[in-house]
């Protein structure tokens, strides 16, 4: 049937993500739509939509708010467990409302109702993989059935190349898998010029510009390796430096008891979830990100966008990314003494702002650039004679 004789728009794709804040991976599902929205038209079709799964546990659904306050095309979906008929049927009634053509997942709750609804519904499938597939043993049998799923998808996306031989020893036929680089929105100031931001933004949080501040952001959660953050930071003499925390999540309870403990409490401070991070970037002198495991992380790319300079774990996409910098510094995951040398000596000699990352992030990481990325290939499976979606 046509577009012409139902009087509806056809929708390119339909974003599904079940969120539980506004976490790197939610922010680059923002920037993605955003992106498609800004790209045009795809084909005959609009070009994306977001459908946030708010979990009937979830009060707040900050997805969905950041989304609709940018004016993005975004609705939610209602669901009220593990698995929820009515949510199944109410996702198959918008796929059929608004012809979409495919279902793109963002994590393995929307994968499971995506391949579900793709069983009734003539859709294309695909999902990105926001972090690593860990075998660790703890994780083996949830990574199983997610693997065992995610095979039947038309489509699988990573964001860094290590995730490639783990989908390929899991038997994901390389034809199907696609390296894509994750896009942030880019600071809409010139970092060298962003003097007047730093000083409001550190009178604000009343610290003067003689301080060195350094900076975690993300969910407080064990893999972001906090605590030895802490730790480490404890030493780092206390005349030249403070640490912020900034970002929520099931650990903060514990780090604000650790930093009580180590008598860091008017050194480190926890900020919560801020969402004018923008704005804050440029009063940072260095972003900290200690963590076990990561993919390509957007306060990475946040960062050398606003040319601060960046200390991080060696994982994922990360030694690709610092290597296109000059201050970045990078630390073996785990690494405690490491981890203290490396603030002990960027707050001793401060660097100069990271110009060469900045202008790096802004040639490569834009969300225009992803979003192009992504319309090439959503445009590939429509063009795919063996792959299911509604005409």
Not at 236 to 255: H, V
Not at 302 to 327: C, Y
Request: aromatic share 4%.
């Amino acid at each position: 049937m046509s577009q012409a004789s139902t009087g509806t728009v056809s929708t390119c794709v339909l974003q599904l993500r079940s969120s539980a804040g506004l976490y790197g991976a939610d922010r680059m599902v923002l920037a993605l739509n955003h992106g498609l929205n800004q790209a045009g038209p795809c084909g005959d079709a609009s070009p994306s939509r977001l459908l946030t799964i708010n979990n009937y546990r979830t009060t707040r659904q900050p997805l969905h708010e950041a989304a609709r306050q940018s004016e993005q095309p975004a609705e939610l979906l209602p669901c009220r467990g593990r698995l929820d008929r009515a949510t199944l049927r109410a996702l198959a009634a918008k796929i059929q409302t608004h012809r979409v053509r495919i279902l793109h997942a963002h994590d393995y709750k929307s994968a499971f109702y995506a391949w579900l609804a793709s069983q009734t519904r003539p859709v294309a499938l695909v999902a990105t993989l926001h972090g690593h597939v860990d075998t660790s043993r703890s994780l083996r049998i949830y990574n199983r059935l997610e693997l065992a799923l995610l095979r039947r998808f038309d489509a699988l996306v990573v964001v860094a190349a290590g995730q490639i031989a783990s989908l390929r020893a899991a038997g994901v036929p390389a034809r199907r898998i696609h390296h894509i680089d994750n896009g942030i929105d880019l600071p809409d100031t010139d970092p060298l010029h962003a003097a007047g931001t730093r000083l409001a933004a550190r009178s604000e949080l009343g610290i003067d510009d003689r301080t060195f501040l350094f900076a975690a952001v993300g969910r407080l959660s064990p893999e972001k390796n906090l605590a030895m953050l802490l730790e480490a930071f404890a030493v780092t003499p206390a005349d030249r430096a403070q640490l912020l925390l900034i970002g929520d999540g099931p650990e903060r309870a514990a780090l604000q008891a650790r930093i009580g403990a180590l008598g860091l409490a008017s050194r480190v401070r926890l900020l919560g979830v801020r969402q004018d991070m923008q704005r804050l970037y440029p009063a940072l002198d260095c972003l900290v990100l200690p963590s076990l495991t990561e993919g390509m992380p957007l306060v990475v790319l946040e960062a050398m966008a606003h040319a601060v300079p960046v200390i991080a774990s060696a994982v994922g996409d990360v030694p690709r990314l610092l290597s296109r910098s000059t201050h970045g510094r990078l630390v073996q995951a785990g690494d405690a003494r490491g981890l203290r040398k490396a603030l002990q000596d960027v707050a001793a000699v401060p660097p100069a702002r990271d110009t060469r990352a900045s202008a790096y992030v802004r040639a490569h990481h834009s969300r225009e650039a992803m979003a192009a990325d992504y319309l090439r290939l959503y445009q590939s499976l429509l063009e795919r004679p063996d792959v299911r979606r509604q005409a």
